[in-house]
């Protein structure tokens, strides 16, 4: 079959309008012809003949008459081993190969393989010849990394299919054969490792969709213990810049506990990206034992990249995201920032020029947000293995108002909400997530009843913080004092953490959980204390003991010692647990 | 030779439309009118129509005058001949030099390889403590002043300029002041720092068009020299004129506006100039400062709200002093932990009982009883600003560093700091009888 061709009758900015001759498809992937460049493109809107294409590339030199080639197929991304490790743009360009061959410029024009093509890999076969199989089911297996990367009958194949061929134990490129398969009608399908899957749809391969009730732990404590997320589930960060949104994502995407994350950086700082792109192939995980580099797949669409692969960016990334989940695996998506995304939407829906929603964001935004972190999800697939898609998004609400349009849209959809403030990062106090603002709606790693508590002592002393402003220390009672006091405490010692303090980085459940119980004996009792100078002094050097605490490496002896010590500082002035306490404690031994 | 029409259909604002075949997008056009004769650039095509901005603006051009297409895109001169020298936005001398016609080079060039970037690791030492101890500069920085009118921020752009350490500065003014250029060209001048300057300077009463050029042209000459292995720092000031300048182009155009009638592309249009900071790798590196003053001082304003999701942090210039809060380097992570160690504690400590001496200010205007805590937090609030937010100290980082732990032990008992005990131990001044830090 051959495809349409057209002509170049319009440019504004990288919107192209095409004149086409024969059939074409909306979100048909074309390339315009520019001497010896193809510069990849997408059609967004057809109207009768004329077509319009967003260019994932500049514009600049292109004329009228200027043809263009369709292809027939949609924009895709190819799914096989070696995914692992990889940096790919927006598009699933590979980076530093591009560099190879490019320089030190992204040179438009330039697509290369997105899987190494000369790479063998180590087959072994899983399904027997004669076996009836349908798309998903795994055909075979290669080791990658330290994971059993599953080679499955693809998921744009519909029906069943029986297994005419399969190819013995071997190495084989990920071109090469590895499967013959017949359809109901008798029509055999030539298998090879690797496969397309269109960005845009979701991959839906499986039984069932599960509820997420697993945790997925940051390691960041106010996340674990107070704002948690869990396996399958969504959250966001919104935050103004300069909150540590990004320095929040680069810790997740470190140390979260899960198989394989996909960092999506779209439309953000260079830099950024550079760090992790740098940093990871050194960083080992004490889990595995390889580098953080093996799970990761990082998709960088930086800021002053073309914005029209910006769009694409953000389906890739999901879509490599749901390929690792069909093979029984946790997968972490973080996406920075969701509001460049948007952005992109708009400037394209600008030049369309489509009647303007809220602050000119295209109305069918929401649905769009809906729809990518619907992507996110746990999954029992057909061969009775778990799965899962989490999805982190940061949010860039202009001027830091959260009641602007993106960040509204994805708090309808998200089941946590990670809020930073400015008034927290401007005091230093990191990570800035703001711990009454912010929500979850997924099951903590400590005792959830305990946690309650611990949270009303910070509402607590948050209104006792607000009215000292009013009325002051001295108007204030030593009581009120002392549960603003606590909650200052709570604050600098639990749900602030030192991201560059090598233990106190990434806390452990099991620290996290026995921190916790320690400090739920301080926060739930009252204090022989009774002037507000000595509760001053008392915290404060409690504070100073616990800050050396934290940073004291787990169950060494330093970390025993000061461990007997607060023990010690918090036995000699603690009284009896408070009223709700009491009964909070008999509701949980009951 | 090319065609040249003279039939010139529409004329909008600084937009031209003609009737022309075989015309590039992006490609340049001489427009001659009775005025003179200019530049333009094809920004938008429809079948025959070709859409040109003027780069000396749209007065005075008749439907009749002559445009010739030129089959090249915007272009500048690129040479060692560029140093000492000072042209205007479009590239033309504005120091009564010759003008530079060899080896010309497009500008708005494609961006770096996120692939070929390397981690940046080299701090820039200007002796200012605000930014040395607490938001330290580092080399392939993209860094705004955000400020209001009337602020000292050309000022403190002039004296970075002067105290970094870099092989050749490159200001770009945009809808400058014509006092301001001049100040800049002085105080280079006295400083001997003009024959490693290139100045591309837009003041503000030259067409609006080509004060889009400035940061275009100024990046294009920085990349050429950066990737010949010179350390270059880019001065950018003021970047909101830019955006203004966008803006009243974009109405002009019709296009529809997205936030306070900046148009919705405005974080892609900033963020293509500010991400072209780099460090090349065997190569230099490309540093930008740029200044953002903020309408009504207003940070939630679409410029400067835009420009701080771009660049690497801010400085915030108020009251003549770089405010702590909200200031911030990003980058300072990568370079503070190699300088002395008790920096980062240092710099953490001190904000922290800043932040709490500012809520013990309002505690005291508000009328309330001080605690002995307040008037410790008062005393030390005092020496902080005096010692190190005051701009006019000049001192390295160690001595900043030193003259923190000073002013600490004149005010607190190492607990009250929240310092770790091991740093208080080794740094803590011996002698801490209540005199001030270096009065």
Known sequence: MTHATGKVVGVNGNLVAVEVEGQVALNEVGYVVLGDQRLKSEIIRIRGKRTEMQVFEMTRGIGIGDPVEFTGELLAVELGPGLLGKVYDGLQNPLPELAEQAGFFLERGVYLDALERGRKWKFTPRASVGATVTRGDTLGTVPEGIFEHRIMVPFNLQGSFTVEEVAGEGEYAVTDTVAKIKDERGTVHTLSMVFEWPVKRAIDAYVERLKPADPMVTKVRIIDTFIPVSLGGTYCIPGPFGAGKTVLQQITSR??????????????????????????????????????????????????????????????????????????????????STSRWAQAMREMSGRLEEIPGEEAFPAYLESVIA????????????????????????????????????????????????????????????????????????????????????????????????????????????????????????????????AFDPVDAAVSTERQVHIFDLLFDLLASSLKITSKDEVRSYFNALRQRFLDYNSAAWDSDEFRKLEQEIRGMIDEKRGDYEQAAKDLMAEITA | MRKVYSKIED?????????????????????????????????????????????????????????????????????????????????????????????????????????????????????IPMI?????????????????????????LARIAMQAEVDMIILGGIGLKYDDYLFFRDTLESGGALSRTIFFVHTASDPIVESLLVPDISLAVAERFALKGKKVLVLLTDMTNFADSMKEIAITQEQVPSNRGYPGDLYSQLASRYEKAVDFEGAGSITILGVTTMPGDDVTHPVPDNTGYITEGQYYLRNGRIEPFGSLSRLKQMVNDKTRKDHRAVMDGMIRLYAEYKESLEKKSMGFRMSDWDTKLLKY???????????????????????????????????ETGLRTELCKEFWPKKSDGEKATA
């Open chain 2, 381 to 415: 609030g005092y020496l902080f600003e005096r010692e190190m937010m005051d701009l006019s100290v000049n001192i390295p980082l160690e001595g900043a560093l030193d003259s923190g732990w000073q002013i600490l032990a004149d005010c607190f008992t190492p607990d």
């Open chain 2, 11 to 127: 004329i909008s604002g600084n937009v031209i439309t003609v009737e022309a075949d075989d015309v590039r997008y992006g490609e340049l056009a001489l427009v001659q009118s009775a005025h003179g004769a200019s530049l333009a650039e094809v920004i938008q095509l429809s079948y025959n129509k070709v859409s040109l901005q003027v780069f000396s603006g749209g007065r005075g051009v008749s439907t009749g005058d002559e445009v010739r297409f030129l089959g090249h895109p915007m272009q500048v001169s690129f040479s060692e001949n560029l140093l000492g020298r000072i042209f205007d936005g479009g590239g033309r001398p504005r120091d009564n030099g010759p003008a530079l016609e060899e080896n010309l080079i497009e500008i708005g060039g494609p961006s770096v390889n996120p692939a070929k970037r390397i981690i940046p690791r080299n701090m820039v030492r200007t002796g």
């Open chain 1, 255 to 336: 140390n979260a506990e899960v198989d394989i994350v996909i960092v999506a950086a779209c439309g953000e700082r260079a830099g950024e990206v550079v760090e992790t792109l740098k940093e990871f192939p050194e960083l080992i995980d004490p889990k595995t034992g390889r580098t953080l580099m093996e799970r990761t797949v990082i998709i960088c669409n930086t800021s002053s990249m073309p914005v029209a692969s910006r769009e694409a960016s953000v389906y890739t990334a999901v879509t490599i995201a749901e390929y690792y989940r069909q093979m029984g695996l946790n997968v972490l998506l973080l996406a920075d």
């Open chain 1, 371 to 498: 729809g990518f972190y619907e992507r996110a999800g746990k999954v029992r697939l057909k061969d009775g293995t778990i799965g899962s898609v989490t999805i982190g998004g940061t949010v860039s609400p202009a001027g830091g108002n959260f009641e602007e349009p993106v960040t509204q849209a994805t708090l309808k959809v998200v089941g946590a909400f990670h809020g930073l403030s400015r008034e927290r990062s401007d005091a230093r106090k990191y990570p800035s997530i703001h711990p009454l603002e912010s929500w979850s709606k997924y099951p903590t790693i400590v005792d959830p009843r305990r946690a309650g508590y611990a949270r009303e002592l910070l509402f607590r002393g948050n209104e006792v913080g607000q009215m000292m402003k009013v009325v002051g220390e001295e108007g204030t009672s030593t009581d009120d004092f002392v549960d603003y006091m606590k909650s200052e405490f709570l604050d600098a010692v639990y749900l602030q953490q030192n």
């Open chain 2, 132 to 156: 040395d101890l607490f938001n330290s500069l580092v080399e392939s920085q993209k860094l705004p002043i955000f400020s209001v009118s009337g602020e000292p921020y050309n000022e403190l």
